[in-house]
């Protein structure tokens, strides 16, 4: 059963993610980028991660996004026009991008060793105490930086909205 689950919420988190790259507005593309979240709060808590699917949903289904949108909203972007490269990009690139994927994963699975299967539900560590711990000693410095970065991306956002209203 839990090989079903992963295996359909793995689907959901793709078709979202070709969703979030094929829209044309940038409210649909975040839409789909929220699908992908919960698909991975999903696989995180198939795997026995329970508190970063509880953060992956609060924290970057919720939060995030919320940012993300009112950031779309504030700069007041329309729908791509398309043009007639687009058509051809989407005639070559499919294509090209396939046998550089496979490329790639030959290449990767021929460098990496082989590895034992995941067992659902078999880790036991990463409980909010532990990581806790980790964010607020070993990683306190990254965790405040990427706060000042997100504070960073607010206030320009505010400026370049305010610059097209004047």
């Not at 079903?4 to 793995?10: D, G, K, M």
């Not at 649909?28 to 508190?51: D, H, K, N, P, R």
């Not at 560590?125 to 306190?140: C, E, P, S």
Request: glycine share 10%; hydrophobic share 60%; charged share 10%.
């Amino acid at each position: 059963m839990d090989a079903i689950l992963f295996l359909l919420f793995a689907a959901i988190a793709v078709v979202c993610g070709i969703n979030l790259v094929v829209q044309t507005h940038p409210i649909s593309s975040a839409l789909s980028l929220i699908g992908v979240m919960g698909s991975l709060a999903v696989l995180y808590l198939l795997l026995g991660g329970e508190f970063i699917a509880a953060a992956q949903l609060i924290v970057y289904a919720g939060a995030i996004m919320v940012l993300f949108v009112f950031t779309i909203m504030l700069l007041n972007s329309g729908a791509e026009k398309k043009t007639l490269k687009t058509t051809k990009a989407r005639w070559f690139g499919l294509p090209l991008l396939a046998g550089f994927l496979g490329v790639i994963a030959f290449i990767i699975q021929g460098a990496l060793p082989k590895a034992e299967g995941v067992k659902f539900g078999a880790f036991t560590g990463g409980t909010a105490q532990q990581i806790g711990w980790k964010v607020f000693t070993q990683y306190l410095l990254p965790f405040e930086i990427t706060s000042v970065l997100i504070l960073i991306a607010i206030l320009g956002a505010i400026v370049l909205a305010r610059k097209e209203i004047d």
